[in-house]
């Protein structure tokens, strides 16, 4: 925008531009201190964690970072590796089970330091906590109709208190060894644990024991596998009682209660069904289990960092999640559907957390905030908030967190696809170009509209306003090029002229003088314009050898540059439309132009995946860079010089060293990004994705 761009001498840069030669008086040319470099690599540092979800290096990149340089793109790493709110940060232990009560007040939490603690979810506080030293708690799970809470500890001993006061109701004492879990029935009436045993005759073996919550007898042993078993669970409508095993691929056994309880009483349970998983080499030893809300589905994490769900009443597989490439890199160590049953969320040794969507078996968002491993995640049964578990901190993610937009703190919304978007030199408002030829002006402060229209017939692509903001120039795919007046002292727009009507081609750039007067776009095939708006007189014409797909203005509009779809860029002299140099670096058409604000350099983006950095003073040579994996759309100089921002189809916006031509970092979206602009001040970041939504990154935290 020309309302960003720093004044300089036009005979300086003629001169370098035809041989000529400026002494460094004349130039000041700008230089990146250590301070500012250090900090672009400890940017670009973080970035590489934060694409590799390793969460401490993330954050210790960004806290070496020096302060005095830390603009928005800090402040979106911070967020993105922050992402939950820290609840609970437990002394010298880490938590490695929890579960939410069922009013969703307090938590249980079993910590490595061998107590079982009861606290406040609102403070934190703890209400009670039990100690054994001869006992390693391993997990616990609240009674969904009494004020209980129990445990299971290692040799397979099960405590059962009063979650209110924590005084101790009734011990229940299995016949296992090992690693153990628990369950209550969906009636809390009975309470099942499920470990192992071991004897030098048999070997290892899987045992599940059921016990009367209330008189503590012992209702059936089962036996499962040549493995430990590690989890439990009762399906939700009490039907199902399931367990999940170490074994090589039978990794998960479910019993039918029901037809179990319609049995003679005592008799021995019918053998389970068995869920497999994929047979091949992989060691898929389940580490948790979750049932459905609706009892349908069971799902299974592993140490093979997949997640596998079966229809139980089939038991065919529904979806492997993760593998090669995605999902989780490590340990699936607990596993949690919704309350609403439409996803599932996962927690990992890799720090992360992953949300799932169940219906289509796809990866819905990576949650990111951990900075060890990830042990266990619960939902509030109120569906308001979920917990997870890590060293050393419990944290809370809203319930929707899968669901906010984690691209910006604030966003606009379009009907459809925005393609063009204009900034004040204030940084006060903002004008957008969108789909079905919609423009908007923005209160940027307010986050709200001032007024929209519809521009044009059909999508707008471009929108300039100059430095006063009583005049905007939009072009769009109707081939109109148009000036629209402010009237009154409100931002309230009426068309002023519609200075050319081009058939059958589409206008993407358009720049308006700073005092409104003269505008610049392309033109009929092959050319490029420039208007006086009052007299609507065309003051001359650029030539391209093929059609002008981009334009670009300097500062007071001294230089000007073009873009064809040959892969061509033309520099010109503003004052008379002499052309000054030519540059053909690109295979495929311009698609966008942006000058530093000093004038010294442009870089241009081209549908060939590149980014070219041409300077225009001093001997320094172009230089082509393979910058995305699909097309750019869209390039742009922060106010300084030091950075440059492209968009492209690979849904991707990415950062630059505007000195090295070398990436800082890249921000991912779920669509093409169409076009990145600075704020004046450089402290914000509009992101345009197709997706209708303009993503706003600011400096500030809030």
Known sequence: M???????????????????????????????????????????????ALRHHDTAEVQRWLA?????????EWHYLQRQSSQAESILRLQDATAS????????????????????????????????????????????AFN?????????????????????????????????????????????????????????????????????????ALIQQLEYGEKPLVSIAFSPNGKYLAVGSWEVQKIVAVWDVVEAAAAVQGAQWQAPKLFVSEADEQYKAVQSISFSPDSQQLAAGGKDGRIRIWDIATQQRVHTLGGRGWGHSKWVNSIAFSPDGQRLVSAST?????????????????????????????????ARFMLSAGAPEVKRWNADSWQADKQAVQSWKHPASVYGIALSADGKF???????????????????????????????????VNAKQDRLASVGNDGKLKIWQRTGTAHSFQEYKNLEQ??????????????????????????????????????????????????????????????????????WDASNG?????????????????????????????????????????????????????????????????????????????????????????????SPVYAARFSADGKTLYTLPMDGIVRILRTSAN
């Open 2 to 48: 020309p309302v960003h761009s720093v004044k300089v001498s036009s005979y300086i840069l003629l001169c370098s531009l035809w041989g000529g030669s400026a002494s460094a008086a004349d130039v000041a040319k700008p230089t990146l201190s250590p301070s500012y470099q250090s900090y672009l690599a400890h940017i670009a540092a973080a970035n590489h």
């Open 430 to 464: 903002a004008y957008t170009a969108a789909w079905q030829g919609g423009i908007k002006v923005w209160d940027t402060e307010k986050n709200q509209i001032v007024q929209e229209w519809t521009a044009h017939q059909s999508s707008a692509n471009a929108v300039s």
């Open 64 to 72: 070496q970072a020096p302060s005095a340089h830390r603009a928005w």
């Open 350 to 382: 890799d720090q992360t957390l992953r949300v799932w969507d169940v219906r289509k078996g796809t990866e819905e968002a990576v949650l990111l905030a951990h900075t060890k491993s990830v042990n266990a995640v619960s939902f509030d049964p109120q």
């Open 97 to 140: 089970s929890l579960q939410v009560s069922p009013d969703g007040l307090t938590v249980a939490i079993v910590a490595t330091d061998k107590t079982v603690q009861m606290r406040e979810l609102a403070s934190g506080a703890l209400r009670w906590q039990f100690l054994d030293p001869a006992l390693q708690p391993q997990a616990v």
């Open 144 to 216: 969904p109709h009494q004020p209980w809470l129990a445990a299971a500890f290692s040799k397979h001993t099960v405590k059962l208190w009063n979650s209110a006061d924590g005084k101790e109701l009734r011990q229940f004492q299995g016949a296992g060894k090992g690693i153990t879990a628990i369950a209550f029935s969906p009636d809390g009436a009975w309470l099942a644990s499920a470990s192992w045993n071991r004897s030098a005759e048999r070997g290892v073996w899987g045992i599940v024991e059921i016990w009367d919550v209330v008189t503590g």
């Open 578 to 670: 002499k052309l000054l140099h030519r540059f053909h670096l690109h295979q495929a058409s311009i698609a966008a132009l942006s000058f530093s604000p000093d004038q010294q350099s442009l870089v241009a983006a081209s549908h060939d995946k590149s980014i070219s950095f041409m300077p225009l003073t001093g001997k320094a040579k172009p230089q082509k860079i393979l910058a995305h994996d699909e097309g750019i759309f869209g390039i742009a100089f922060s106010p300084d010089g030091q950075r440059v921002v492209s968009a492209s189809a690979d849904q991707t916006v990415k950062l630059w060293d505007a000195k090295n031509a070398t990436l800082v970092f890249s921000l991912s979206y779920e």
């Open 502 to 571: 081009i058939k059958g081609q589409q206008l993407i750039a358009v720049d308006l003088s700073r005092d409104g007067k003269r505008v610049f776009a392309a033109s009929q095939s092959g050319a490029a314009k420039l208007w006086d708006i009052d007299s609507g007189k065309v003051l001359f014409q650029l030539a391209h050898e093929k059609n002008v797909s981009s334009t670009a203005m300097s500062a007071q509009e001294r230089y000007f540059a073009t873009g064809g779809s040959d892969g061509s860029v033309k520099i």
